[in-house]
């Protein structure tokens, strides 16, 4: 599959799991977000990467830790999360990491937290 | 920072009617204003977009108008179809800067 990809597609954890996501862009993009899509919520930022480097910390809890080892992927890591962090996580890429820059989203992952 | 307000949330439309969303931004230095169409179960994509140094812009059913004075930008489609029926997005940002700040979104249901 091109552009942006997105693994697991659904994934459910109890409180106490770790898990990670992992997203890759196949764009040849420098720039990596990753979103929260909660039901009647806007999408909210989380974090941003450009160039591998966080550039954004969009006030998230330390239960979500995110990695990016190259442009080219992006994780986010989760430990002890909690019910209300059910949501669809979503990663974007863009060419640069400015606000006016087309973003392209992958399919999410669904996230259930028992 | 930045708040972005959407409305309405929900809209349903006949087929071949026009359809307006709207949407109100707080931060005077914002000056890219996205609009996103998520279908059900699919990712959101770009549809069209506008930048502050123009007030209106158009591809074919869809038009966006930004009023800077207010604050406020609009997203208009005409002559509907089912296949506009999805979740839509505004967003605002400064395009040099790295976040997007995202409404609520409308979701827009168009029978035929």
């Known amino acids: 599959e091109t552009g942006v990809t997105q693994t697991p597609r659904h994934l459910v954890m109890g409180m106490t799991n770790k898990k990670s996501l992992k997203c890759e862009q196949h764009l040849g993009h420098n720039a990596m977000y990753w979103y929260k899509q909660s039901a009647k919520k806007p999408l909210e930022l989380m974090f941003v990467?450009?160039?591998?480097?966080?550039?954004e910390n969009n006030s998230v809890p330390s239960r979500f830790s995110p990695e990016c080892p190259n442009s080219s992927h992006l994780f986010l890591h989760l430990h002890t999360l909690q019910p209300e962090d059910s949501a669809l996580y979503l990663c974007?890429?863009?060419?640069?990491?400015?606000?006016?820059?087309?973003?392209?989203f992958g399919p999410g992952t669904r996230l259930t937290v028992l | 920072g930045e708040n972005v307000e959407q409305h309405p949330s929900t809209l349903s439309v006949q087929e071949g009617d026009s359809a307006v969303i709207k949407c109100t931004y707080s931060d005077s230095a914002s000056n890219y204003f996205p609009w996103y169409k998520q279908e059900l179960g699919k990712r959101p994509q770009l549809i069209i977009d506008?930048?502050?140094?123009?007030g209106e812009k158009k591809d074919q059913r869809i038009a966006v108008t930004l009023n800077k004075t207010a604050k406020h930008f609009s997203l208009h489609i005409t002559e509907t179809q089912p296949e506009d029926s999805a979740v839509y997005f505004c967003?605002?940002?400064?395009?040099?800067?790295?976040?997007?700040?995202f409404g609520k979104g409308t979701t827009l249901s168009v029978s035929s």
């Open positions: 506008i930048r502050s140094n123009v």
């Open positions: 990467y450009n160039f591998k480097e966080q550039t």
């Open positions: 967003a605002a940002g400064d395009q040099a800067g790295t976040a997007l700040i």
């Open positions: 974007a890429s863009s060419q640069e990491g400015l606000a006016g820059d087309e973003q392209f």
